[in-house]
């Protein structure tokens, strides 16, 4: 006969069952305004206003949907986001992995000193460099454009740390052989040290692309015009002559957050890596 649970494996077991249904009432808590946001997308103009709070619409239309694509420049906005977080994740990715590199493996004056420095600007947020970055950029006439909008971002000290953790742990005997095989520092960067450590790679630059995408209080200060507005920057603009239309304004929300959804949901592991490489780093 098989033996009976102890007391001990039922409490184990209660308490899991405890953490399941705790773990799934967060996540429809947190599934919900989703939800919301994709059902009032799909609601006539009529019942939105009407303040009907049913969680399913009396009838589907998407005219909210063809009303944005048709009537703001949701394709520019488009175009913006997806070319500036790229750019943003390539120049990060690059450069932070050059830093890291130098703080790592080379050996020259102030090295401890400057990754001090990374270390407390890690601890600032951007927020705080909001009006020095927009001085910046207007007196180098570069508001409205994409490079005002891309250059503030480029500085990710979170991305340089968790770069130098990871290279800290690669044996020096790597890059003594290399450097015996007359490989220059950035041979042994991109042909040694990152490919070590691609899915580290992979994982900063979805969180990182991610982050750029999402961007709002900066590309809103810096894009003065519906031309260079990004995503996030660009759904506040829609609105017609009675004011804020939510059905429309929630089918922007709903087309924004589309991208980052099926990367979310393509990479997921690698997000998670991300965040706990992140969480690992502030703790």
């Known amino acids: 006969m098989a033996a009976e649970p102890s007391r001990r494996d039922r409490s184990l077991d209660i308490v899991g069952i405890v953490l ?50 048709n009537n703001t420049n949701i394709a520019i906005w488009y175009v913006n986001s997806m070319v500036t977080s790229l750019i943003i994740t390539a120049a990060v990715i690059v450069s932070s992995a050059g830093c890291a590199f130098a703080l790592s493996q080379l050996d020259f004056p102030g090295r401890r000193l400057i990754y001090i420095l990374i270390l407390a600007c890690f601890m600032v947020p951007m927020q705080a460099l909001i009006v020095n970055h927009f001085v910046l950029m207007a007196q180098f006439k570069l508001l409205n454009t994409w490079a005002g909008i891309i250059l503030p971002q480029l500085i990710v000290p979170v991305v340089i740390i968790v770069y130098k953790q990871f290279f800290d742990s690669v044996p020096k005997e790597f890059r003594e052989a290399a450097m015996m095989d007359s490989a220059g520092y950035f041979k042994i960067l991109f042909r040694i040290y990152l490919p070590m450590n691609w899915g580290v790679t992979a994982a900063l630059a979805i969180i990182t692309f991610i982050g750029a995408w999402n961007a709002f209080l900066w590309p809103f200060l810096a894009a003065t015009g519906e031309a260079t507005m990004t995503v996030p920057v660009g759904i506040t603009q829609v609105k017609d002559a009675y004011g804020i239309v939510y059905g429309k304004l929630m089918a922007s929300a709903v087309v924004a957050g589309l991208p980052v959804a099926i990367v979310y949901l393509i990479f997921q592991r690698r997000v998670t890596q991300a965040i706990m490489l992140s969480a690992g780093v502030k703790g």
């Open 20 to 69: 399941s249904v705790i773990t799934l009432i967060a996540a429809l808590v947190s599934f919900f305004p989703i939800y919301w946001a994709i059902i009032t997308s799909i609601k006539p103009d009529g019942e939105v206003i009407s303040g009907s709070n049913t969680l399913w619409p009396n009838r589907i239309t998407f005219d909210s949907y063809v009303h944005i694509w």
